[in-house]
């Protein structure tokens, strides 16, 4: 079986994804130990895929959800690949959307009745004096799809309304966009890696994430902290806490219709209760930083090469389902056993 990793130039993307060069050569070099055909793929152009396809790989893993293209739209690969007969890792472009537009998700899973803070969307000079906010203050202000904690910073936390209207007009000349408000959070931060298997169970790691104290006091996971790598992640030694970030993780990830794997944030009040925050479906997975593979070592005590052996199970199977049972190569018999032990 041959497969093949998509990514683009980091540079280029302001999204999710596993994240540089490095994280997507240790996903290969795993993926080359479960014993398959497996090459990387750095691609910048519609011709760069069209290659891709000729060769008809088995499968391909998407290590990022698109390529921009200048002056032209962006080629979201699972509908590329899905329009060329070629199986792909993920969800479907329909679902990533949901990773890509934080308001999106929180609007879709609160009609289904899943918690997710109250929030609103605004542009400079939207809201003249703080009593037509929708919201009453403090609040929380962030970008609606930059990841890696960008655009979020200690004036991100906001307790009057010209602390509002600076960081209102400081993001949307950084992004040029309408911007996020959230009520503010004052409990606890959690991520939870769920994989879904080749036979439909869900493997559930949820941890506790810790970040650094900021100057004011508080603890905020913006981008400066994840560069630096300075938040920790725990285990959740509360057992009802731990089921009540995963039952509403689980809740998400279904709701949203998540196929093979994806990492659900979610934050608490003081009082424990627990809201949506977003959803990364595309998940970072850089050996030894990354929250995803992290988390399915501190709950599961996985290594990485398992984690990645984990979030191929669905694609593996939907490939194996088009290739004669007498071509299947033997390392197939090995995959599933594994995924049979958990």
């Not at 893993?61 to 200048?70: E, G, H």
């Not at 002056?71 to 329909?94: K, P, V």
């Not at 493997?203 to 970040?211: D, G, L, M, R, T």
Request: hydrophobic residues 40%.
């Amino acid at each position: 079986m041959h497969i093949e990793i998509i990514t683009t130039p980091n540079g280029m993307l302001k999204e999710s994804g596993f994240g540089s060069r490095m994280a997507c050569n240790s996903v290969l070099t795993a993926i080359q130990r479960m014993g398959y055909s497996i090459k990387l793929n750095v691609c910048e152009t519609k011709d760069n895929l069209d290659e891709i396809v000729k060769r008809k790989p088995d499968l391909v893993v998407l290590a990022v959800k698109y390529i921009p293209v200048k002056n032209n739209d962006d080629i979201w690969l699972s509908d590329y690949f899905f329009q060329h007969g070629i199986n792909c890792t993920g969800s479907t472009r329909e679902v990533l959307k949901f990773d890509s537009n934080k308001v999106l998700a929180k609007t879709h899973l609160a009609n289904k009745g899943i918690n997710t803070s109250n929030y609103f969307i605004a542009s400079p000079g939207q809201y003249k004096k703080e009593n037509e906010l929708p919201i009453t203050f403090p609040l929380f202000l962030k970008p609606i799809d930059a990841a890696n904690g960008n655009g979020i910073d200690d004036l991100s936390f906001v307790k009057n309304f010209t602390d509002y209207e600076n960081k209102i007009v400081s993001l949307y000349d950084s992004f040029n966009q309408p911007i996020l408000v959230e009520e503010y959070l004052d409990g606890r931060e959690f991520t939870v890696a769920i994989i879904k298997t080749f036979d439909d169970k869900l493997i559930v790691s949820a941890v506790e994430v810790i970040p650094p104290i900021s100057t004011n006091g508080l603890r905020i996971l913006g981008a400066q902290a994840k560069k630096d790598d300075s938040e920790k992640l725990i285990k959740i030694d509360d057992n009802e806490i731990r089921s009540r970030v995963a039952t509403l993780a689980i809740d998400a990830f279904n709701a949203l219709g998540v196929r093979d794997f994806g990492r659900i944030d979610i934050k608490t009040k003081k009082n424990g209760e627990c809201f949506f925050m977003e959803a990364n479906l595309v998940p970072g997975m850089t050996f030894g930083s990354s929250y995803f593979p992290k988390a399915c070592e501190i709950v599961h005590k996985f290594s990485y090469d398992k984690v990645v052996e984990l979030l191929l199970a669905g694609g593996l199977t939907r490939a194996s389902a088009t290739i004669p049972p007498n071509m299947r190569p033997d390392s197939e018999d090995k995959f599933v056993a594994v995924v049979k032990s958990i």
